[in-house]
């Protein structure tokens, strides 16, 4: 919980709107932010945004609805449709990562002609344009598989195929997915500079507002994020994040917290929602995205350290299995010299 006001993340670089086409007057842009990996002792810290372009006159329906042609809010065998949904709901260690991956891959193929990428280092170098921090940690670059890990390449294909002609068919377009990518050592750099971790989780989803909006083709944003923490109140962090831009507060309640930037005729309306990956597909979207990419990193992390334990037994990172294999892994950390502030999370 962001508790201490004054504690507030440093304000982006003022956002310049391009001159508005057709298009950017009719059409609305739509961003899902969410996090993975908030938790944990062990891995990176990930937030991701998904950004839709849709008809502004739909700017405020459900796109699961849009969408019914091609998406589901459910995961069902029987059912071709792809699933958006709560990136913890659509996977599990046990039925293994083919779900979530193919979902994933046809979100990241989406956005581009090329469609999904095809090893691990061009897909995060795609989704995240600064993630050559993670070459400082052996952890991280030691491997670059191919993808799909799990799930089939020619369905994955197939599927990123459907989900085209059903977005073009609702004249609705994914344009754009991102992602903030925190290592264990850059994050307690910024906790010790806060001393608040939910500050800097904030810090990622302000950077993310600040690259959508700069990246949107229209006058008109919509910003949809899963809740920070316990928090309700983001007017103060908003207005000293946006200041060429008028805040206008809509509700500060405890299932959401919805507010207006707005300049000259460009709005961006920001909400903030409770459970908000069950409630609007974008989030659902940003949460696969973001869970994905903490899994392709999870297991190179575990897989670096096999090579250096015998018989180790690979980790999500949560505290109680992260504490067991910081026990298994001891004695090669302190041969290997590394720091602990390199590899366990302070907070």
């Given at each position: 919980m962001l508790r201490d006001r004054r504690r507030l993340p440093i304000r982006p670089k003022a956002v310049i709107i391009p001159s508005m086409t057709d298009h950017g007057r009719h059409m609305t842009t739509v961003v899902g932010i969410d996090e993975a990996g908030y938790g944990p002792i062990l891995g990176p810290l990930v937030v991701s945004a998904v950004a839709f372009e849709v008809p502004?006159?739909?700017?405020?329906?459900?796109?699961?609805?849009?969408?019914?042609?091609?998406?589901?809010?459910?995961?069902?065998?029987?059912?071709?449709?792809?699933?958006?949904?709560?990136?913890?709901?659509?996977?599990?260690?046990?039925?293994?990562?083919?779900?979530?991956?193919?979902?994933?891959?046809?979100?990241?193929?989406?956005?581009?002609?090329?469609?999904?990428?095809?090893?691990?280092?061009?897909?995060?170098?795609?989704?995240?344009?600064?993630?050559d921090m993670l070459a400082e940690y052996p952890w991280y670059s030691a491997c670059d598989r191919s993808l799909p890990l799990e799930a089939d390449s020619g369905g994955v294909r197939i599927a990123t195929t459907q989900f085209r002609r059903g977005l073009a068919e609702s004249n609705v377009r994914l344009a754009w997915a991102r992602s903030e990518i925190l290592p264990e050592g850059h994050f307690n750099e910024q906790v010790e500079r806060t001393r608040n971790k939910a500050a800097v989780s904030f810090t990622m989803v302000l950077r993310l507002i600040h690259e959508a909006a700069r990246c949107a083709k229209t006058r008109n944003v919509r910003f949809l994020i899963d809740r920070q923490g316990g928090r309700d109140h983001y007017g103060p962090l908003l207005m000293r994040s946006f200041e060429e831009r008028k805040l206008k507060i809509h509700d500060e309640s405890d299932g959401e917290s919805v507010y207006s930037l707005i300049a000259g005729d460009s709005t961006w309306r920001v909400e903030f929602r409770k459970s908000g990956d069950s409630q609007h597909l974008p989030i659902a979207a940003a949460s696969i995205i973001s869970k994905y990419v903490r899994e392709l990193l999870m297991g190179r992390f575990n897989a670096w350290w096999a090579n250096h334990v015998d018989a180790l037994q690979p980790t999500a990172g949560y505290y109680t299995d992260g504490m067991r294999f910081l026990r298994d892994i001891a004695p090669s950390v302190r041969k290997l010299g590394i720091q602990k502030a390199r590899l366990v999370r302070s907070r």
């Amino acid at each position: 919980m962001l508790r201490d006001r004054r504690r507030l993340p440093i304000r982006p670089k003022a956002v310049i709107i391009p001159s508005m086409t057709d298009h950017g007057r009719h059409m609305t842009t739509v961003v899902g932010i969410d996090e993975a990996g908030y938790g944990p002792i062990l891995g990176p810290l990930v937030v991701s945004a998904v950004a839709f372009e849709v008809p502004s006159e739909q700017a405020n329906c459900c796109l699961w609805e849009t969408l019914r042609q091609v998406v589901s809010d459910k995961a069902s065998a029987r059912d071709n449709r792809l699933p958006v949904m709560d990136s913890k709901k659509l996977y599990s260690r046990k039925d293994g990562l083919g779900r979530l991956e193919r979902t994933a891959l046809v979100l990241a193929g989406a956005t581009c002609e090329d469609g999904a990428a095809d090893r691990e280092a061009a897909l995060l170098k795609r989704l995240c344009p600064t993630a050559d921090m993670l070459a400082e940690y052996p952890w991280y670059s030691a491997c670059d598989r191919s993808l799909p890990l799990e799930a089939d390449s020619g369905g994955v294909r197939i599927a990123t195929t459907q989900f085209r002609r059903g977005l073009a068919e609702s004249n609705v377009r994914l344009a754009w997915a991102r992602s903030e990518i925190l290592p264990e050592g850059h994050f307690n750099e910024q906790v010790e500079r806060t001393r608040n971790k939910a500050a800097v989780s904030f810090t990622m989803v302000l950077r993310l507002i600040h690259e959508a909006a700069r990246c949107a083709k229209t006058r008109n944003v919509r910003f949809l994020i899963d809740r920070q923490g316990g928090r309700d109140h983001y007017g103060p962090l908003l207005m000293r994040s946006f200041e060429e831009r008028k805040l206008k507060i809509h509700d500060e309640s405890d299932g959401e917290s919805v507010y207006s930037l707005i300049a000259g005729d460009s709005t961006w309306r920001v909400e903030f929602r409770k459970s908000g990956d069950s409630q609007h597909l974008p989030i659902a979207a940003a949460s696969i995205i973001s869970k994905y990419v903490r899994e392709l990193l999870m297991g190179r992390f575990n897989a670096w350290w096999a090579n250096h334990v015998d018989a180790l037994q690979p980790t999500a990172g949560y505290y109680t299995d992260g504490m067991r294999f910081l026990r298994d892994i001891a004695p090669s950390v302190r041969k290997l010299g590394i720091q602990k502030a390199r590899l366990v999370r302070s907070r």
